[in-house]
């Protein structure tokens, strides 16, 4: 549909123009080039169709991720129902999903500030299942790690028990920060 | 050859290339102008179809809201249309400009809504059934959500947080004990693994 672009946009440029990282000269010279070019003006819809498909993921709670207690925040300002379970190394916590909750968040507390590199692994020992999230983004200034869990998951979920197992991977080995148990069960009126 | 680059840090567009306007631009320009009350509805509809989209996304980055562009839209082209109908408009050659002009004045001017746009909303009503959004770049949720959670971990984490509500890498990085540049390299990585999973899966 589009001409080729005979100096496309580099997609790096384009993201850095959505998300206004760039100054007010250097953004109205890439508006000129988009809206002479059909190519990367479709370009940059596809970002922004990205982005609108993220955004509609997270108010889903279908986008399991490792999140900061600010955004957390910020979803809560928006009007999203997030219901958080706090737990520290070694604890348990009782837990379940309302009907409308939007989200899901386990804080697990951990001493971070000499952390190099830090895994993150799932166990659901009734479905025999371990999976292994490793090299999480996180601020080591936190003391926490703010997990999102997948909505749809947990409501599918009847009496169960999870483990989550945070890991600190060191060059001579890794050693355990925390285990943490959420013994969940189902919701009931 | 790509002439805007990241690779240095801040500079994104120094020695802009800006593409030669389609000759296609001004040929409509020139018919809508020829017709004038007699409209050439085939030229008005092929140039709404053409530039609301690029309109949209100017008015999603500046304004963040979805009513918000769709007013932008219509706002714009409207006085576009009305301005070359009119003869306002000289150089034909220059038809992107002058709408993006027109884009920047609008939102400054914040003079979306009112009296005056519903009036000629309805002379135009005909040419702005042609816009809407091109289904070439339309995408299966579904299916992105499936590719997301495809990502490794530290990718999802700063597409999430970045695009959840457009925040620049600087913010990002901050919350994550990242410095900017790094959340630039893994935001990248994540937008090409996202939308090769997203395309694949479509293939």
Redesign the interface.
């Known amino acids: 549909m589009n001409t080729p672009c005979a100096s496309p946009i580099a997609e790096t440029t384009l993201a850095a123009y959505w998300l206004c990282e760039m100054d007010s000269s250097d953004s109205q010279a890439i508006e000129e080039h988009l809206f002479a070019c059909g190519h990367c003006s479709a370009r940059l819809q596809r970002l922004a169709n990205l982005g609108a498909g993220i955004r509609q993921a997270v108010e889903k709670g279908a986008a399991h991720a490792v999140l900061s207690a600010a955004f957390v925040r910020k979803l809560k300002d928006a009007g999203l129902r997030v219901r958080e379970y706090p737990v520290q190394p070694g604890a348990s916590v009782a837990c379940t999903i309302e009907p409308e909750d939007d989200l899901v968040v386990s804080r697990l507390c951990a001493p971070l500030v000499d952390v190099q590199r830090l895994d993150l692994v799932f166990e659901h020992p009734a479905a025999g299942t371990r999976h292994r999230l490793e090299d999480l983004a996180f601020d080591r200034n936190a003391d926490e790690i703010v997990v999102a869990s997948n909505t749809p998951f947990v409501r599918s979920l009847g009496s169960t028990t999870l483990h989550m197992r945070l890991l600190a991977v060191q060059p001579d080995g890794e050693r355990e920060l925390g285990l943490y148990t959420f013994n969940h069960s189902p919701y009931t009126r | 050859?790509?002439?805007?680059?990241?690779a240095a840090g801040r500079?994104?567009?120094r020695n802009?290339?800006?593409?030669?306007?389609?000759p296609e631009d001004g040929e409509l320009a020139q018919r809508i102008l020829a017709a004038g009350t007699r409209r050439d509805a085939d030229a008005e509809t092929e140039l709404c179809r053409?530039?609301a989209?690029?309109i949209r996304?100017?008015g999603?980055?500046h304004l963040r809201s979805e009513a918000a562009a769709a007013d932008l839209v219509q706002d714009v082209l409207i006085l576009t249309l009305e301005k070359l109908r009119g003869g306002a408009v000289r150089e034909f050659d220059k038809l992107?400009?002058f709408?993006?002009g027109t884009c920047r004045q609008t939102v400054i001017d914040g003079r979306r809504g009112g009296q005056r746009r519903e009036r000629i909303l309805e002379t135009f009503a005909p040419t702005m059934d042609a816009v809407s959004e091109?289904s070439?770049?339309?995408?299966d949720?579904s299916r992105?959500?499936h590719c997301?959670?495809q990502l490794?971990?530290?990718e999802?984490?700063?597409?999430?947080?970045?695009?959840?509500?457009?925040?620049?890498?600087?913010e990002v990085g901050a919350?994550?004990?990242?410095t900017p540049g790094n959340v630039?390299v893994?935001?990248?990585r994540g937008?090409?693994r996202?939308?090769r999973c997203?395309e694949e899966q479509r293939s």
């Open positions: 050859m790509q002439m805007f680059s990241t500079p994104y567009a802009v290339y800006s593409p030669a306007p389609q053409r530039f989209p690029r996304l100017y999603l980055r992107a400009s709408i993006l091109d070439d770049v339309a995408l949720n992105l959500e997301l959670q490794p971990e530290r999802r984490s700063v597409l999430v947080m970045s695009f959840y509500d457009d925040r620049p890498a600087d919350a994550l004990g990242l630039r893994i935001r990248h937008i090409e996202l939308r997203v």
